[in-house]
């Protein structure tokens, strides 16, 4: 469903990417990971097509995105959904309109069909009756949750999820996992998650991804990940910091 080639990004001097080649099946849940600045999130701004190599390919479904003009580029990313950090909700829409959002965009349905496909994801997500609501009577769990319903409303292909559970605490963080692996299994996605939690990463993934200096480090799943000898590795998943890197 998704692979990289060889992808390099750089941003003036500095190598983000330095030669990332992936492949993820369809209907696998990969979480990526790696310590902050490693290049995460930049790779997935690549798999959306949000930002093109330098050097490489980015297949999605077997087709090379990174020559593709604006127009079939926007194709494309409808095989997508997001939950970006913040969930990136409009202050000024209630719950519903907000879900409804990319599909008054995309077109082609009722509202009596917009209004049922609102409903049903606020159900999956554990919020039924939230529509009138205003983001700015939710929490933080709640709104994740409703930028959850959001992604799925229009039943992408690949949903991404750019560190899921930063600042919730440890009861919602796995409320937000367990609806993570609920949807997958719903709507039959493939799924990549980027992430810093360790408890998020053994919950949510079938396959690792570390990332380090700009590359795939190694790859395995969380109980072979997490016993791994490799020094890199293990330096990560036990969150020792190398002060000979440091730079204050």
Do not use: W
């Not at 500095?14 to 369809?26: E, F, T």
């Not at 979480?31 to 330098?54: A, M």
């Amino acid at each position: 469903m998704i692979e990289t080639r060889a992808i390099v990004k750089n941003f003036g001097a500095q190598r983000v990417l330095d030669g990332v080649s992936l492949r993820i099946a369809r209907g696998e849940a990969v979480v990526i990971i790696g310590r902050s600045g490693c290049g995460k999130s930049v790779l997935l701004k690549h798999l959306i097509g949000l930002l093109r190599p330098d050097a490489g390919q980015v297949l999605i479904a077997g087709q090379d995105i990174t020559q593709l003009p604006e127009r079939e580029l926007l194709q494309v990313r409808r095989k997508f959904g997001m939950l970006f950090q913040g969930a990136a909700l409009f202050d000024s829409m209630t719950v519903k309109e907000n879900i409804a959002f990319p599909l008054r965009r995309q077109g082609g349905l009722t509202e009596a069909e917009i209004s049922r496909r609102v409903d049903e994801v606020l159900e999956v997500v554990g919020l039924p009756g939230a529509g009138p609501k205003t983001p700015a009577e939710l929490s933080g769990g709640m709104r994740k949750r409703v930028g959850l319903a959001r992604a799925v409303v229009y039943r992408p292909e690949i949903l991404l999820y750019d560190e899921p559970t930063t600042g919730l605490d440890p009861v919602m963080s796995d409320a937000i996992d367990q609806l993570i692996i609920r949807v997958s299994a719903r709507f039959h996605v493939t799924s990549v998650v980027v992430t810093h939690d360790l408890r998020s990463m053994q919950r949510v993934g079938t396959r690792l991804l570390l990332m380090h200096q700009g590359r795939i480090h190694a790859e395995a799943p969380p109980e072979a990940m997490f016993h791994s000898s490799d020094p890199v590795v293990q330096q990560f998943v036990r969150g020792e910091a190398d002060l000979k890197e440091s730079t204050f």
